[in-house]
């Protein structure tokens, strides 16, 4: 049996969106006249706020390897996009001398931070489910090139699954696509856009759009919302998905997108297959880490993609 995987760093659990939102949080301490000029900036910076790629603060440069979670098979890539962007990523295959699924997770991560931060995550899938986990890292963040916007990681989204695709190990495989917070919206996005290619989706604590979620975050800002040009409008694509199985695993105590966020997308799903898992205790970046988690998980990729 393998050893538990180590924890989280602590700033992913504790403190990881505090940081990345203290920009949009300023101006709820402003008078009326500069919360009009803080929403300004807001909406000329947005995507500073929306993509803080540099939290913690040597996110870009220091990249964990899956070494230093003792893990060994594992392959470090880089992988092209069409518009002449590389993409960092970490593939694990499956693990040897145990009982495999012919299954891969396609890892979306949230908005800060960098892959080698949710290598534990991965570990974690990987021990309970016996599959290949595929962990994509957006362009602009940690070694991947570029600048994130919302057009430039759904051409990363698509480039990953392209690259799985291709692979020989894994262009058969079943995929599930795999996102926390705005990596949901990213899985959304790539599962609406490809679902003969997806056999399941898991969102967690993901958002209904980015303009829905303003108001909540940065109360002054929210006349401004409708400018927003980071959209992800996951209320939008949802519903387009009609065949894929989708799990939604809602943390109760999410401080930072409200509940009423995943409750309204479950609501607004058409899918066939849809199974609601709540985590009483879960906050934005810890829900990982309530009891059940990857039993729901597992729970749904037996009974729902693999049939087993």
């Not at 913690?56 to 890539?77: C, G, K, M, Y």
Request: net charge negative; hydrophobic share 40%.
């Amino acid at each position: 049996m393998s050893e538990s995987p180590p924890p989280p760093p602590s700033w992913t659990i504790g403190n990881m969106a505090n940081s990345a939102m203290n920009f949009l949080r300023l101006p709820v301490l402003a008078s009326s006249g500069l919360a009009v000029v803080a929403s300004g900036i807001l909406y000329f910076k947005q995507n500073e706020a929306i993509y803080p790629r540099s939290v913690p603060a040597d996110a870009r440069t220091n990249v964990p390897s899956p070494l230093q979670f003792r893990i060994e098979n594992f392959e470090d890539l880089q992988i092209p996009t069409p518009d002449g962007e590389t993409l960092h990523a970490y593939f694990f295959p499956q693990p040897q001398g145990r009982l495999k699924r012919n299954l891969t997770i396609i890892m979306f991560h949230g908005n800060a931070g960098n892959i080698g931060h949710r290598v534990p995550i991965a570990r974690a899938l990987q021990d309970t489910l016996h599959c290949n986990v595929f962990m994509l890292e957006y362009r602009g963040y940690g070694k991947s090139t570029g600048t994130p916007d919302e057009a430039g990681l759904k051409i990363d989204a698509q480039a990953g699954l392209d690259y799985l695709r291709q692979r020989a190990d894994t262009k058969d495989s079943k995929m599930v696509a795999y996102g926390q917070s705005l990596g949901g919206s990213v899985a959304i996005n790539l599962v609406n856009t490809n679902q003969e290619h997806f056999a399941g989706l898991i969102l967690e604590n993901t958002f209904l759009s980015i303009r829905k979620l303003i108001p909540v975050l940065v109360p002054p800002a929210r006349y401004l919302a409708r400018f927003c040009h980071q959209t992800w409008q996951s209320e939008d694509w949802l519903p387009q998905i009609q065949k894929v199985p989708i799990l939604f695993l809602s943390g109760l105590k999410d401080e930072l997108v409200p509940p009423s966020h995943m409750t309204g997308l479950f609501a607004l799903c058409q899918s066939e297959t849809k199974i609601w898992r709540t985590l009483a205790n879960g906050a934005h970046n810890d829900s990982v880490a309530e009891p059940g988690y990857f039993e729901h998980i597992l729970g749904f990729i037996s009974e729902e993609v693999m049939d087993d």
